[in-house]
């Protein structure tokens, strides 16, 4: 019949007599090999942690019933790790680095968007954040600081920009990959969708907005499965509510407009407020 050493898979070393230790001093030394053992989930992400040695666990004594055993506890390098793989998940590539201490506020409608973006982040609500209207007003970058402060909650973040979201969905020619692909984004547990709508309307020849109703088909089935299960959704667009509303579908709107609750920020249209056309010094 093997020991307890054999089937943990342990070698005791030659100069060791058990017999000679008591209970505590014995589990006490399968601890302590055990708690040696050297992990690799550092070669995953990069992440080197001196408490659990890659390991994601480590072991400690515990007494139960008047007999010592061991125990396995997570270690905390587990939440860091679920963080990284997130981060490098989500999609976001370069707009991590976006911060919302690096908004820019000289105007009283920037100090009023950083202000919802801070109350929103602060409320750790499940509601939608949404901030659409003029261009280059830095929309991206305030839904971009906001994703990231969520991957540091350990929340799953992923992103997709419009425009190629539906221009891959389209290319797709089995149903079953566009059902895959498309399940990745609907189901997860945030998700930022940057300038919706992009690309879905435009000006006919004579002057007439055409919408192309595909994409109105993907945008509702998208933001309609996220309106049911109550799962965070990010939005940045250039078209306000109203603009959605008459031009591309009344009820996503009304699905926008009701998830996003106090966290829908309209910016008007004004050129002055796009930062990409600021007036420069000439010299």
């Not at 601890?31 to 992400?45: A, C, E, F, P, R």
């Not at 799953?156 to 425009?163: E, G, L, R, S």
Request: aromatic content about 10%; overall charge neutral.
């Amino acid at each position: 019949m093997r020991d307890l050493s054999q089937l943990m898979g342990i070698t005791i070393p030659a100069d060791l007599n058990c017999s000679n230790m008591s209970e505590l001093e014995r589990v006490q030394h399968f601890v302590d090999v055990d708690n040696s053992t050297i992990g690799s989930l550092h070669l995953k992400d990069g992440f080197n942690c001196e408490r659990c040695l890659n390991r994601g666990h480590y072991w400690v004594v515990k007494e139960y019933n008047n007999t010592y055993i061991q125990e396995m506890n997570h270690c905390e390098c587990r939440e860091i790790r679920q963080s990284i793989h997130n981060t490098r998940e989500s999609g976001m590539g370069d707009l991590l680095k976006h911060r919302l201490e690096h908004y820019q506020t000289t105007e009283e409608w920037q100090k009023r968007i950083l202000d919802k973006a801070t109350s929103y982040l602060k409320a750790n609500t499940n509601s939608w954040f949404t901030i659409i209207g003029q261009s280059g007003a830095g929309k991206t970058m305030i839904c971009s600081a906001i994703a990231y402060e969520l991957l540091q909650r350990y929340r799953q973040v992923k992103f997709i920009a419009w425009t190629e979201f539906v221009e891959k969905l389209k290319r797709m020619k089995f149903d079953a990959d566009r059902e895959d692909y498309f399940s990745e984004y609907s189901r997860t547990e945030v998700l930022y969708i940057d300038d919706l709508f992009k690309g879905s309307l435009n000006y006919d020849d004579s002057g007439r907005l055409k919408v192309n109703q595909t994409d109105v088909k993907y945008a509702f089935q998208l933001l309609n499965e996220r309106y049911n299960k109550r799962l965070v959704t990010i939005i940045s667009s250039e078209f306000l509510i109203d603009d959605i509303k008459l031009n591309v579908d009344e009820a996503i709107a009304g699905r926008i407009k009701e998830r996003s609750t106090n966290y829908c920020v309209q910016i008007k249209k004004d050129m002055n407020r796009n930062y990409r056309f600021r007036k420069e010094e000439l010299i």
